[in-house]
């Protein structure tokens, strides 16, 4: 019989080498411990080559550009993805605590507290005010967050369970709202059908290659509800990928058509009518169409910190580009602005 000559995890000389550091609470996971025995299964060139696919791996983001990069672990050996996978989730859910929390104890200075990744988003992206920024990234609408860390939803935009060396990833970690992650997104692959050199060339990355400046709205009325369709401003190839991959991923065509048939129509109509109720100000449909540009404008300014700022904004440009949009529009708010002026004139002053 052949000797086994691999070395074997020995947790006293592993405390022994690391002591007075602070890191002794580690091995205090179960699936930390049997990650590091899994580990030193493995044959010194098969770890190695681990750590190379770990290092090549953790910097995707910084790779964005490269005609040439792909993510290297999905074509480790089999027998190599079978100890590094269970090793990266424990590292994420003992670490960083998974869904429940931060779980690190024993060190005086948490800097890998989950809510510390949330706070380095929200920080980078805040609003003029200084607020933070709710903006989901994904479908551009509300994340709750009722504390200065934010509890934002953190999605693996590359899911764990395909990519694992980046469960720890901060580029790889993004709040997202609870729908976008729990609902929509959940395990898929955005690189689904996408291997090879390059393969980053296909997809938005929320905060590295946002897309809201690649793609339009436009409108489809065949039905009696109005449908928000996705397309694409510039006529690149890259960018038809990325927009088709990006609305499959959090289904933004029926989402977005949803909000503006639940709710942020009527957000435009009453913003317009309650800005004529006036009885002495004219009611034009030039008049309307004016206010409805400045509603876009301002709208558009407010588009990556406001949620719903820009699918308003966009379809209030639909409205005024389309002349029958902007006619019914006119006929139907002018309805309303009468009654609601009539109504005003009825109410008699109170006699003293």
Known sequence: ???????????????????????????????IREGLTGLY???????????????????????LGRADYQFSYPGLPASVKEIAKPLFEALYDD??????????????????????????????????????????????GMI???????????DHYFTKSIYPTLSVSSDNLIPLCKVCNQTMKRAKDPLEGHRGPGQLAF???????????????GLDQ????????VGVRREKQADRVRVANFVSLFELNDRWSGRINSSLYETIRQDVISDFLD?????????????????????????????????????????IKRPELLAAFYREVTEVIDLEREAMLAIEPEEE
Not at 20 to 27: D, I, N, R, T
Request: proline share 5%; hydrophobic share 35%; net charge positive.
């Open 1 to 31: 019989m052949a000797t086994d000559l691999r070395p074997s995890f020995d947790r006293a000389h592993f405390e022994n080498t690391f002591a007075g550091q602070g890191v002794e609470w580690f091995l205090d996971y179960k699936a």
């Open 41 to 63: 299964r493995l044959s010194r060139q098969q770890r190695r080559l681990l750590y190379d696919t770990f290092k090549a791996d953790i910097v995707f983001a910084a790779q």
């Open 95 to 140: 670490i960083l605590g998974g869904s429940t929390g931060f779980r690190m104890t024993g060190l005086r200075k948490p800097n890998l507290l989950r809510g510390h990744v949330r706070r380095g988003f929200f920080e980078a992206n805040r609003k003029r005010d200084n607020q933070f920024n709710q903006v989901c990234p994904a479908c551009l």
């Open 144 to 154: 709750e967050v009722d504390s200065e860390d934010g509890h934002a939803d953190l």
């Open 203 to 217: 997809l938005f990355l929320p905060y590295h290659r946002p897309g809201i400046e690649s793609i339009t709205i």
């Open 222 to 229: 065949t039905e009696p509800d109005e449908k928000i369709v």
């Open 279 to 319: 009885p002495n100000k004219a009611v034009t449909e030039q008049a309307v169409k004016d206010k409805l540009t400045s509603l876009f404008r301002a709208k558009m300014s407010s588009k990556s910190t406001v949620p719903d700022a820009y699918l308003l904004a966009k379809y209030v440009e639909k409205i």
